[in-house]
């Protein structure tokens, strides 16, 4: 039995090539590859040993898999992988309810029954926002539970698939909502409303808000003070909460003015993202102080010294000073894809600067406003007039 490392796309990983003999006496080749270590590597293969003795599946121990059993295989054997934070949070709700289940008697009605009890309004199952979860964020959950057994019967951890995407009765379980928020902020009100709404709410100015945000004591008083500099670099630059929270000194550039985000900076990004500074965003940058404590965050919690974590606070009373009640921090980012479109950017450069990998991704972020619609009727209007003029001059 062979297991060694090889290099793949930069990246060093381990593959197995050899045969075991199975019960009968008959030899089996076993070929893997793309474990991250040589750890997982030995794992996978002495499962393998394991079942049924010598490498042969055990259907009485297959019966006996909970769904915990399937999510600890995927996560061990896919390693690092790009949405791997976002499908630990999908598994915490799956595992609550599913997790200790037998994976073959799982059933598409064990599937509805997991969206009712998701919908209640109980501790756990509520939002950051204090709502129920929405039916595309349970799709991707479900989504989540058939992928991890789907990689279990891939790697002969249970003989089939109870949830197949065929099943009848499968299109009923996943409702396909269409969930694209539709929040656009244009460069007129961010400058003219939301940058003057921030600076009000920081400076507590009892003229612009209301009296119980100014004081002492209260969330306005103890706001976090790079409010300004973060919305700046989500709206001009494109970036998400947590690239924009967590960025560290090294990732910028002072002498050309640009942000570096690397793999684990961010979501589903493979390669290195380079993100060029806007001039209002090199200023606001200008006013961020050195970092604190040494940890290397530029947007630290000056008692913590760590990253603010939650800002949902903030940014609810922001928004609604500025006029745009129940907007969320990400239609910054939303706003920033949709004007760089209208202001003529291609769709390469654009998604180039926000990070996104498909056009399919990128079209959500792209919002068809009104206004464009009717600018663009109007210059053919315009061109119309034009045209009868020439015709009559002749």
């Not at 474990?35 to 019966?63: M, T």
């Not at 996560?75 to 599913?98: C, F, M």
């Not at 129920?132 to 279990?152: C, G, H, V």
């Not at 068809?368 to 007039?385: P, S, T, V």
Request: aromatic residues 8%; positive net charge; hydrophobic residues 35%.
């Amino acid at each position: 039995m062979v297991i060694k490392p090889y290099k793949a796309r930069g990246e060093v990983r381990w593959y197995i090539n050899g045969r075991i003999r199975l019960l009968s006496g008959e030899p089996k080749l076993l070929q893997a590859r793309g474990f991250v270590d040589q750890r997982a590597a030995q794992e996978w293969l002495s499962q393998q040993i394991s079942l049924g003795g010598a490498g042969k599946l055990n259907r009485k121990a297959s019966s006996k898999v909970k769904g915990l059993d399937c999510w600890e295989l995927y996560r061990r054997l896919k390693g690092d992988y790009p949405s791997k934070v976002t499908d630990q949070g999908r598994w915490k709700h799956l595992s609550r309810h599913l997790g200790m289940r037998e994976v073959l008697s799982l059933g598409l009605v064990d599937l509805r029954e997991y969206r009712l009890a998701r919908a209640e309004k109980k501790v756990g199952e509520l939002t950051r926002q204090g709502t129920p979860p929405t039916s595309a964020q349970l799709d991707r959950e479900i989504e989540l539970l058939r992928r991890l057994i789907n990689f279990s019967v891939a790697s002969e951890l249970i003989p089939r698939s109870p949830i197949s995407e065929g099943a009848p009765g499968w299109k009923d379980v996943l409702l396909n909502a269409d969930n694209t928020r539709s929040t656009v902020i244009s460069e007129e009100d961010f400058a003219g409303k939301v940058l003057p709404a921030i600076r009000a709410y920081l400076s507590r100015d009892r003229k612009f808000g209301k009296r119980h945000l100014v004081r002492k004591g209260s969330r306005a008083h103890n706001a976090c003070p790079y409010l300004e500099a973060l919305f700046v670099l989500a709206f001009d630059c494109g970036l998400t909460l947590r690239e924009v929270t967590h960025l560290q000194e090294d990732r910028l550039d002072r002498k050309e003015w640009a942000i570096t985000l690397y793999r684990r900076d961010t979501k589903g990004q493979m390669r290195p993202r380079k993100v060029f500074l806007t001039p209002r965003s090199i200023q606001a940058m200008k006013a961020v102080p050195t970092p604190l404590q040494r940890t290397g965050f530029l947007f630290a919690n000056r008692r913590t010294g760590r990253p603010y974590q939650n800002l949902n606070k903030a940014r609810a009373d922001v928004m609604r000073l500025a006029g745009f009640e129940g907007a969320w921090f990400h239609d910054l980012r939303r706003s920033f894809v949709t004007n760089r479109v209208d202001e003529g950017h291609s769709y390469k450069v654009v998604m180039s600067a926000s990070g996104h990998r498909t056009e399919r991704v990128f079209r959500r972020y792209n919002i068809l406003r009104e206004d464009a619609q009717k600018a663009m009727q109007d210059r053919g209007g315009r061109h119309d007039e034009g045209l009868m003029k020439v015709r009559e001059n002749r």
